[in-house]
């Protein structure tokens, strides 16, 4: 199975993201005084079958479909997401934090929300505006679990194991393109080839980075003569003979 990237809220209107974070778990509620491990099958329609009575005994007066989505989620954090998929949550100031899914299910009584994962946080945060509109629009779904697998690229972006979307030089008359492997060295690489890159015709002014976000979006839309560039690295391995 391919990996998975979810965002997942930390208790309600995310109360509980300091908790999780400096303790390294994502948690739910949902079934209370309830240890569930190994009461997970992998099909979550048998879960659901088996649990709902128990959520709609504790939750009173809630109707049927209330209860198929919560027993739904339990069964997405604590069996369906697999160790190595990507979690995303937010904290209360509105900043994604990235992890890893590390371990299985754990049941912690102590908790107010007693079903755990373990969780390896990257050390890694992005402010919900710095992200994509797209990216933005999947993260704001209802729910406490929302599958954001189609954004795999910009979030391996961000945590750094990707390299984002670049300015690819393809002249043989400009220099190495590995130049762009640090972007301290842009400056650099430009100053050295000006000529040869895009930028060295009639251009009146342009913003180069490694990825759009709604501060040069809206710069963009005032200065309509500045041109945006995004840069891109590139990484071989060369086998070498001998």
Same mark, same amino acid.
């Given at each position: 199975m391919?990996?998975q990237?979810?965002?997942?809220?930390?208790?309600? $209107?995310s109360?509980?993201?300091?908790?999780?974070?400096? $303790?390294?778990?994502?948690a739910?509620?949902f079934?209370?005084d !309830?240890? /569930?491990?190994?009461?997970?099958?992998d099909?979550?329609?048998?879960?659901n079958?088996?649990?709902?009575?128990?959520? &709609?005994?504790?939750n009173?007066?809630k109707?049927?479909?209330?209860?198929? !989505?919560a027993?739904g989620? &339990?069964?997405?954090?604590?069996?369906? /997401?697999?160790?190595?998929?990507?979690?995303?949550?937010p904290? /209360?100031?509105g900043?994604?934090?990235?992890g890893?899914?590390?371990g299985?299910? #754990? #049941?912690?009584p102590?908790y107010?929300?007693p079903?755990k %994962?373990p969780? %390896?946080?990257?050390d890694?945060?992005?402010h919900?505006?710095? /992200?994509?509109?797209?990216l *933005?629009?999947s993260?704001?779904s209802?729910?406490?679990v929302s599958?954001?697998?189609?954004?795999?690229?910009?979030i @391996?972006a961000i945590?750094?194991? %990707?390299a984002?979307?670049? !300015?690819?030089?393809?002249? @043989?008359?400009?220099?190495?393109?590995?130049?762009?492997a640090?972007e301290?060295? &842009? @400056?650099e690489f &430009?100053v050295?080839?000006?000529p *040869?890159?895009?930028?060295g015709?009639?251009?009146?002014?342009?913003?180069?980075a490694?990825?759009?976000d709604? %501060?040069? @979006?809206?710069?963009l839309k005032v200065?309509?003569n500045?041109?945006f560039?995004?840069?891109e690295?590139r990484f071989?391995?060369?086998?070498?003979a001998g």
């Amino acid at each position: 199975m391919s990996k998975q990237y979810c965002r997942v809220m930390l208790g309600k $209107g995310s109360a509980n993201a300091s908790d999780g974070i400096k $303790g390294g778990f994502i948690a739910a509620g949902f079934l209370f005084d !309830l240890d /569930l491990t190994d009461k997970f099958p992998d099909e979550w329609r048998a879960f659901n079958k088996k649990f709902r009575p128990v959520w &709609l005994e504790q939750n009173p007066g809630k109707s049927k479909v209330a209860a198929g !989505l919560a027993c739904g989620m &339990l069964h997405r954090i604590c069996r369906g /997401l697999k160790e190595g998929d990507i979690v995303m949550s937010p904290d /209360l100031n509105g900043d994604y934090h990235f992890g890893e899914i590390s371990g299985p299910y #754990y #049941y912690d009584p102590s908790y107010e929300l007693p079903h755990k %994962r373990p969780v %390896r946080w990257f050390d890694v945060t992005a402010h919900r505006n710095a /992200l994509s509109h797209d990216l *933005q629009m999947s993260i704001g779904s209802i729910g406490t679990v929302s599958t954001v697998t189609k954004h795999a690229e910009e979030i @391996e972006a961000i945590i750094g194991n %990707r390299a984002g979307p670049v !300015l690819v030089a393809r002249d @043989e008359t400009v220099e190495d393109p590995s130049v762009f492997a640090l972007e301290m060295h &842009l @400056e650099e690489f &430009l100053v050295a080839n000006w000529p *040869q890159t895009p930028l060295g015709k009639t251009v009146p002014g342009a913003i180069i980075a490694l990825e759009q976000d709604k %501060r040069i @979006e809206n710069a963009l839309k005032v200065a309509p003569n500045i041109d945006f560039y995004r840069y891109e690295v590139r990484f071989d391995l060369v086998k070498v003979a001998g």
